[in-house]
């Protein structure tokens, strides 16, 4: 049996993806948790120098897109074939775009320009983004609101946690997205997602 690591921070950040999939799919693994004297001891030891690290049988390897799209696809969350993986992955880059425009509106400290960005963010990006993913969401039609074939796939999962900051800024942004309101409503009701978000560790981020 393969024994999975996930090491990170307490924080959802990065790594909820991947916790979530592995949720999903069932699968045991340790979610370790650092602290800051930790990952400075850890660090210089890792690959890149950069967390999250996903350890299978002890050996580590990086990147939060990679890890997420490896253990979705050994575990019944990603494509059927290549091309279906390439359809997955052009969505979880676009996803993965919108968080790029959001990450500068979390870390800014002038409350001035923070303002700004937040407008930017809720008034350009927001509406950009999330209508390319309501489009494809919709015209997926699938029961559950998926956005690629009959079944949740790690792309869903992925969205869903990047809606969770999203309605930080916006608490009624998705009044607008139907097709995305349904996919999030769907996530929240499998039972082994519900599972985790009631018995996850509490975190501000």
């Known amino acids: 049996m393969t024994k999975y690591t996930l090491i990170y921070f307490n924080a959802r950040g990065r790594a909820e993806v991947t916790r979530l999939i592995f949720a999903q799919a069932g699968v045991e693994y340790e979610d370790r948790r650092l602290t800051s004297e930790q990952w400075a001891e850890l660090k210089p030891t890792t690959p890149t120098g950069n967390l999250p690290l996903l350890e299978v049988d002890g050996k580590a390897f990086p990147g ?75 015209a997926n039609n699938s029961a559950g609101g998926w956005f690629y074939g009959p079944k949740v796939t790690y792309v869903d999962l992925k969205f869903f946690v990047m809606g969770g900051y999203i309605k930080q800024q916006a608490p009624n942004v998705f009044d607008k997205f139907p097709a995305l309101a349904k996919l999030i409503t769907s996530i929240e009701n499998l039972p082994n997602i519900a599972k985790w978000l009631k018995e996850r560790p509490e975190t501000d981020h």
């Open 64 to 138: 939060s897109g990679p890890i997420e799209r490896f253990v979705a696809e050994r575990h019944g969350l990603a494509g059927t074939d290549d091309l279906e993986n390439l359809q997955l992955a052009g969505i979880a880059d676009t996803i993965v775009d919108l968080v790029h425009k959001m990450i500068p509106v979390f870390f800014e400290k002038d409350e001035t320009r923070k303002a700004e960005l937040q407008k930017e963010f809720a008034e350009t990006h927001v509406p950009r983004y999330l209508g390319i993913l309501e489009k494809w969401a919709g």
